[in-house]
């Protein structure tokens, strides 16, 4: 069974930096395009980013209002996804998820809240 | 960006009758080489993660009950549920997987009437 447990949000004042993780089990991870996808509280869903597989090049693309400033990573050997958040803008604060792209979002965790706010 | 436009933004439909949500594309989502639509609709009940439902706009992902379908092709498609039971309560999100970034519509909330 496929699951994506996120962990490590919280509440952090603008302009901090909070890293998510996301523990990946159930499937091989390292063949898994992997994204993060966030949903403002009462809102919509608006993808964040991805990260290739590392055979298809492990490349990482942001969307544009988080480019610059957040980075995802994997770590394979832990079948572990990451999004490193800076320069959080209260517009940020949202619950991310995080899913497996195979083109769609195929499976999803159940999502951590991230509060920007001073 | 590809804008994805929902109608309507709610709706209240009684138990076994039919729910119907349009979704437009700003542009097509057509590939021309494959014939293939990059459309997918997402279902997410309240207080739950969303769920893939339909992706090349009607393909059911695995468990997901024929009730649900979806059609159309270009830059207007539509997704049916065909017979509204008390589970499927929820939001609904079409999404365009043509090209980056994926771009979600801004959902349609289905009641009981």
């Known amino acids: 069974e496929v699951q994506l447990v996120e962990s490590g949000g919280g509440l952090v004042k603008p302009g901090g930096s909070l890293r998510l993780s996301c523990a990946a089990s159930?499937?091989?991870?390292?063949?898994?395009?992997m994204s993060w996808v966030r949903q403002a509280p009462g809102r919509g869903l608006e993808w964040v980013g991805h990260?290739?597989?590392?055979?298809?090049?492990?490349?990482?693309e942001c969307a544009a209002p988080v480019k610059g400033r957040f980075t995802i990573s994997r770590d394979d050997s832990k079948d572990t996804l990451y999004l490193q958040m800076n320069s959080l803008k209260t517009e940020d604060t949202a619950v991310y998820y995080c899913?497996?792209?195979?083109?769609?979002?195929?499976?999803w965790g159940q999502g951590t809240l991230v509060t920007v706010s001073s | 960006d590809i804008v994805m436009t929902q109608s309507p933004d709610s709706l209240a439909v009684s138990l076994g009758e039919r729910a119907t949500i349009n979704c437009k594309s700003s542009?097509?989502?057509?590939?021309?080489?494959?014939?293939?639509?990059?459309l997918a609709w997402y279902q997410q009940r309240p207080g739950q993660s969303p769920k893939l439902l339909i992706y090349?706009?009607?393909t059911r992902e695995s468990g997901v009950p024929d009730r649900f379908s979806g059609s159309g092709s270009g830059t207007d498609f539509t997704l049916t549920i065909s017979s509204l039971q008390a589970e499927d309560v929820a939001v609904y999100y079409c999404?365009?997987?043509?090209?980056?970034?994926?771009?979600f519509g801004q959902g349609t909330k289905v009641e009981i009437k």
């Open positions: 899913t497996t792209e195979k083109l769609v979002s195929d499976y």
């Open positions: 159930g499937f091989t991870f390292s063949n898994a395009w």
């Open positions: 990260i290739k597989s590392k055979t298809d090049g492990g490349t990482t």
């Open positions: 542009q097509s989502v057509l590939y021309s080489s494959n014939k293939k639509n990059y």
């Open positions: 090349w706009v009607s």
């Open positions: 999404q365009q997987y043509y090209n980056t970034p994926p771009t």
